[in-house]
């Protein structure tokens, strides 16, 4: 370790599905933020923790701020804005290839009260041609004055080194906050469901990903055989969504168990049996004490 270490808080803002989920993997080189080519897969604050012999960065992927429609959507976006005072410095990822829409205006009017400082990262670059890099980069500039433009994509890695470097040169001095190997704060139950949950959002039709919470009810080791027995249950809204997340004869839900047990085991790093039902809880995203019941504690914010 140098004698000088930096540490900070950077929040990862943005509208939906513009890559922020992928951009905290990619930095933290493991897979804790669930990603989905469905909107609004991030519902509460995914905290990765980036560390090296002279900073350590904790990284703070918050829901892409939509317009909501529900307890669920008003609470999501809370959590994003609510990091703006919380951090010291702020990455406002927008899609290259999506062009300049209405919800980046609305997260610049919020960015414009605000004094931390602002990175515009500009992902998906490889989507887009120089010349529409460019004259994108001559938009945003008008519309903010960011400390520091750069261009990336989180896929591929594009420049996120750099990235990171001018990241630490933007912090101050300040203490390790987490163990130098430790990578999120988050319980292991939370990154469990949200793995349950990812399969859900990449197998099943447009209309159930957004009505599925998952709860695990419980993990139990065996003392013998060291394997892990996950007891879960998928929460959705309506019978004809359970229907359609257990499928014919039980194949899709068989599916999302195996491929979810796959990923469990890859975070784990011990064999797992892994229990799946599915359960109706109706307008539960509307219902305060069932987002609380299922880890969404608007107390907390």
Do not use: C
């Amino acid at each position: 370790m140098s004698d000088t270490f930096k540490s900070g808080f950077v929040a990862i803002v943005g509208r939906p599905n513009v890559g922020k989920s992928t951009l905290l993997n990619r930095i933290i080189g493991q897979k804790i933020a669930i990603m989905s080519d469905k909107a609004q897969t991030t519902r509460n604050k995914i905290q990765g923790v980036y560390t090296t012999d002279d900073a350590q960065v904790v990284f703070i992927d918050t829901p892409g701020i939509h317009k909501p429609k529900h307890k669920l959507g008003d609470f999501m976006v809370k959590v994003a804005l609510n990091t703006f005072r919380e951090v010291d410095l702020i990455y406002f990822v927008i899609d290259a290839d999506a062009g300049f829409g209405r919800g980046d205006e609305f997260i610049i009017q919020k960015l414009e009260q605000v004094e931390t400082p602002v990175f515009l990262l500009i992902n998906k670059i490889d989507l887009v041609t120089p010349e529409e890099l460019v004259q994108l980069i001559e938009l945003y500039k008008e519309k903010l004055d960011f400390a520091e433009i750069i261009p990336i994509s989180a896929l591929e890695g594009n420049n996120v080194p750099n990235m990171l470097e001018e990241t630490v040169d933007h912090l101050e001095e300040g203490p390790m906050y987490y163990p130098e190997d430790q990578i999120t704060d988050h319980p292991e139950r939370f990154i469990i469901s949200e793995l349950i949950r990812e399969q859900v959002l990449k197998l099943t039709r447009e209309e159930v990903p957004h009505s599925v919470a998952v709860v695990i009810e419980g993990i139990e080791k065996n003392p013998k055989t060291e394997k892990l027995t996950i007891m879960a249950t998928i929460i959705v809204e309506r019978s004809t969504q359970k229907g359609i997340i257990i499928g014919k004869q039980g194949q899709m839900l068989k599916q999302i168990g195996m491929r979810a047990r796959k990923e469990i085991e890859l975070l784990l790093g011990s064999k797992v049996f892994l229990e799946v039902w599915v359960k109706v809880q109706k307008n539960w995203r509307d219902k305060e004490h069932y987002l609380q019941d299922y880890g969404f504690d608007q107390d907390e914010y």
